[in-house]
């Protein structure tokens, strides 16, 4: 598989993620079939997924000599996957595969991949939250985009010249992203509940 191609595969998997909010890619090429891939994946609970890979293009696939995968909530690391070698990881059988975990804990990992950190995150991270809201008795509602809300969160415009209470809106919406619409009249809520204790106690018809 080319660099090329290889990229064109990275970016699909981050675009058909149903967790991705947007990414950054950036491809710094050292020869023809030898590339160092980096950038940052944004969440659509606030999170972020950065990743790195050294990769290099050969008759059998692509070689990947280095990568790292790094979950986090702003400072706060979540997990990261990678490969380097940590002398707190040499007594592993898995070394130098390893994953840190939230609390500093280094724990054995086989080789992994960017869609499987997503994998990861999608069926664990972001399912716990959904199901910490139903044992919490939140309103869990499946917009037009197929996003849960939550964890993903709701806006409201909050340019309202009528003063009446305005509709909540996935972030996807065409409302929201239509072009001329100005970002800072919106506001976030983390959820439908605290959309509604605000008095905004509709969804809008056209996203949900």
């Avoid at 998997?13 to 991705?20: D, F, M």
């Avoid at 037009?144 to 415009?157: D, F, L, T």
């Avoid at 996935?170 to 239509?178: A, F």
Wanted: glycine content about 6%; aromatic content about 10%.
């Amino acid at each position: 598989m080319s660099i090329d191609k290889y990229i064109v595969r990275l970016e699909s998997i981050i675009t058909s993620s149903p967790i991705v909010s947007s990414y950054n890619i950036t491809i710094d090429r050292k020869t023809g079939d030898i590339a160092f891939i980096s950038g940052s994946i944004e969440l659509r609970d606030g999170a972020s997924l950065d990743f790195k890979e050294f990769i290099e293009s050969k008759e059998s696939g692509i070689e990947k000599y280095k990568y790292a995968y790094n979950y986090r909530s702003h400072n706060n690391v979540i997990f990261r996957y990678d490969n380097s070698p940590d002398p707190r990881a040499k007594k592993l059988e898995t070394f130098p595969y390893h994953k840190h975990l939230k609390n500093l804990d280094i724990v054995m990992s086989r080789e992994m991949s960017l869609i499987e950190g997503l994998k990861e995150i999608e069926g664990t991270y972001f399912m716990m939250e959904e199901e910490t809201s139903i044992m919490k008795g939140e309103v869990i509602m499946n917009c037009q985009k197929g996003h849960s809300h939550p964890p993903v969160r709701v806006v409201v415009a909050t340019g309202n010249p009528t003063n009446q209470p305005r509709p909540y809106h996935c972030p996807e919406c065409r409302e929201v992203t239509k072009q001329g619409v100005n970002k800072e009249n919106w506001e976030e809520y983390p959820d439908i509940r605290s959309a509604e204790r605000a008095g905004h106690d509709k969804p809008c018809s056209v996203c949900f």
